[in-house]
Structures are given as structure tokens and as C-alpha cells.
């Protein structure tokens, strides 16, 4: 029997999509309906997992910004005691607020190294291991060749990984699947009371391999993500970061 021209494109993707590190037999069904709108930009509706994904922050407060919304992803990536690693010269995670995303302190472990090199290396380790929900690394610059090496480590274990970059130099073509930015905006006050609102942010997925880039208001409570319809001038901040100096 002849195949279709819709046979042989939807053959072709399932051929092609693991060769770029997207894995459409991975999902998490619970995360998927937290992100709402957002998961439309990804290939089949489903956030890429067993890939790496790169953040961008520009200053302290897009950094705890950035830090907020990937804690909340990993609190659904964690469920059923998954740990993390969290990978980084200077640790700038005030743990206890972790709880307030839905996350364990004691399922996150903390490797703090010396030297900012040796943080891509110890993360392709982390990657490699196959019993972590997630691996987390901060540094400054990723070369493609970096980027490459971390997703080939992913494509055999299938963990996930987050780059969060901080005051990067320059942006160069990585191996990454995304490319986020996120940044935080005005919140309201909580059910009409007086005060400060839930932690807000815009959230901007400026590149998506197979997928339609875009960008939403996003606010957290109730450990989940929500999709606010509007925003006033009231600012909260975030607790999910301490001072760094």
C-alpha cells in the first residue's frame, strides 16, 4: 500500500525530531496544563524534556526573576521526591523560599565550585546520571561547542537541563532547544486585600527548535503557573533570590 504525502512528513518527523534532541515520548502531562498558552509554542503541545534549555538575565533582578519561574517548572519535574542538582559559583538560592514553589529544600543539592569553568564540565557529569529530575547550572558564557556536548549527555539520559546566564557578554547560536527571558512586571493584590500580589513575570521564549517562539504574563500561586488577564503598578519582590552583594 502506497504511503501518503501526511505519512511520509509525520515518518520523517519521528526520524528527525530525536536527531535534534526533541523526544516526543517524553511528557509531563501536569506540567504541560500548568504552562497553559505557553505549551502551544512547543512541538505537540508538550515542553521539551531530556533537552537543554538557555536563560538569559540581565542584572540581579531579572536573575531572580529567571530563578522563580525555572523553580517552578522544576517543582513539577521533581514530583514523587525527584532531586535536582543545582550547579553555580555563588549561590544566590535562599533555600526555604523554595517551599513556596512547591519544592522540597532537601531534594535540591547545592555543588558550589571555585572556578566558573568548571561548572560546564560538572554539569555534563550531572547530566549524564540518569536518576535526576533536573540539572541547573549558572554561568556567564556557553559556546556552541559547550552547548552541543551538554545536549548529546541529555540525549542518553534523557534529564533535563537549565543554563541560567547572567549578564552574558554576547548571544551566540547554541545547541539549546529554547531560549528564554523572563523578567518581572507589576503584580495585584491577592483576592482585593491591600498589600502586594503574587511574584509576576513576562515570560519571552525568543527561540524554540520546531516550535513558534512568543511571550506571556505569567504569575504564580497556589504552586501553579497563572495567566493573568490584567496588571496594575503594584510591584513585589521576589523572594526566591538573597542579596549576593
Request: proline share 6%; hydrophobic share 45%.
Amino acid at each position: 500500500m502506497n504511503s501518503t504525502k501526511a505519512d511520509i512528513i509525520a515518518r520523517l518527523r519521528r526520524e528527525v525530531l530525536p536527531l535534534q534532541g526533541l523526544r516526543p515520548a517524553l511528557n509531563n502531562k501536569t506540567l504541560n496544563a500548568a504552562l497553559g498558552p505557553i505549551r502551544h509554542a512547543f512541538h505537540g503541545g508538550s515542553f521539551p524534556l531530556g533537552a537543554i534549555h538557555e536563560f538569559v538575565a540581565n542584572g540581579m533582578e531579572d536573575a531572580a526573576a529567571t530563578s522563580g519561574f525555572v523553580g517552578g517548572v522544576l517543582s513539577f519535574l521533581m514530583q514523587n521526591n525527584g532531586v535536582v542538582i543545582w550547579i553555580s559559583t555563588v549561590r544566590t538560592i535562599f533555600p526555604p523560599a523554595l517551599k513556596l514553589l512547591g519544592i522540597a529544600p532537601e531534594n535540591l543539592v547545592f555543588i558550589d565550585l571555585k572556578k566558573e569553568t568548571e561548572i560546564l564540565w560538572a554539569m555534563e557529569e550531572a547530566l549524564k546520571c540518569e536518576g535526576f529530575s533536573a540539572v541547573v547550572g549558572e554561568t556567564k558564557e556557553l559556546s556552541f561547542t559547550a552547548s552541543r556536548r551538554l545536549q548529546l549527555a541529555v540525549e542518553q539520559s534523557h534529564v533535563t537541563g537549565f543554563i541560567l546566564r547572567r549578564n552574558p557578554r554576547k548571544l551566540e547560536a547554541s545547541a539549546c532547544v529554547s531560549r528564554w527571558k523572563i523578567v518581572s512586571i507589576p503584580s495585584e493584590p491577592a483576592d482585593g486585600i491591600p498589600g502586594v500580589g503574587y511574584p509576576r513575570w513576562r515570560v519571552e521564549l525568543s527561540k524554540i527548535r520546531n516550535g513558534k517562539p512568543g511571550s506571556w504574563e505569567v504569575e504564580w500561586a497556589s504552586a501553579e503557573f497563572r495567566h493573568p488577564a490584567k496588571r496594575t503598578l503594584i510591584v513585589r519582590e521576589l523572594p526566591f533570590q538573597k542579596n549576593a552583594g
